[in-house]
């Protein structure tokens, strides 16, 4: 089964407009990342959060993480169509070592 | 910039037949991941190496598939008989221990 759960599943915006995507996880964890997937292709990473860390900036993207709610969300600024991709937040569980667990994702679709 | 290595990029096979992906991961990291992508779904965890060790193969059909990174680096998973459930992308990625991984473009396995 899978750790992270992403929403929405599916987003539309217009380029320009702010994206915000959230993940929720259900065990703790040592840290959250999320990845961007363009179709077909591999995961690119994006952001890595450690547990201690409430949020992290890098460049337009923006990671918030609650630990006490057990989720975590992506905002992306001023979206491109270059943005359009699938989002996935994926969660490592330190139980004797590090296990990365994927949500399902979210379709991001940045209209120009 | 460093890559990791995967080969080959298709691969379309009938069922009952043996395939094997070969994974190359960037130099010097010692956590190779194996993945299992379906459409529209996020990565399952198939192996994790540290070095040339499996610390987790909780989610491997180990009736099926198999997995080796003997002198801990590259990498060669294995599915014999291949069934028509195992259509999907099988992705490899490496990191340092707990860090971020690095993903190849993935093998698009069919089979018929």
């Known amino acids: 089964s899978q750790q992270g759960e992403e929403d929405p599943q599916a987003l539309s915006i217009q380029e320009g407009e702010n994206a915000t995507m959230n993940c929720s996880y259900k065990?703790?964890?040592?840290?959250l990342q999320w990845y961007r997937q363009n179709s077909g292709r591999g995961l690119v990473h994006l952001i890595l959060?450690?547990?201690?860390?409430r949020e992290k900036h890098s460049g337009r993207l923006r990671v918030t993480l609650d630990t006490s709610k057990k989720s975590s969300s992506l905002l992306i600024t001023a979206s491109r169509a270059a943005d359009t991709a699938s989002y996935f937040c994926?969660?490592?569980?330190?139980?004797?070592?590090?296990?990365?667990?994927f949500g399902a994702g979210t379709r991001l679709f940045v209209k120009a | 910039e460093a890559e990791v290595a995967q080969s080959p990029r298709y691969k379309i096979t009938e069922k009952s037949q043996a395939v094997a992906f070969w994974c190359d991961p960037i130099?010097?990291?010692?956590?190779l991941y194996w993945y299992r992508q379906i459409l529209g779904q996020g990565p399952e965890l198939l192996v994790q190496?540290?070095?040339?060790?499996?610390?987790?193969d909780s989610q491997l059909p180990k009736d099926r598939f198999s997995a080796e990174r003997l002198k801990g680096v590259d990498s060669t998973l294995k599915i014999q008989p291949a069934e028509l459930g195992d259509s999907a992308m099988y992705l490899c990625?490496?990191?340092?221990?707990?860090?971020?991984?690095?993903f190849g473009p993935g093998t698009r396995l069919t089979v018929l």
């Open positions: 990625a490496s990191s340092s221990p707990g860090g971020e991984q690095f």
């Open positions: 065990t703790s964890i040592n840290n």
């Open positions: 959060i450690r547990s201690n860390e």
């Open positions: 994926a969660t490592d569980e330190g139980t004797g070592g590090f296990k990365t667990i």
């Open positions: 130099s010097g990291h010692a956590t």
């Open positions: 190496f540290q070095d040339e060790s499996v610390v987790d």
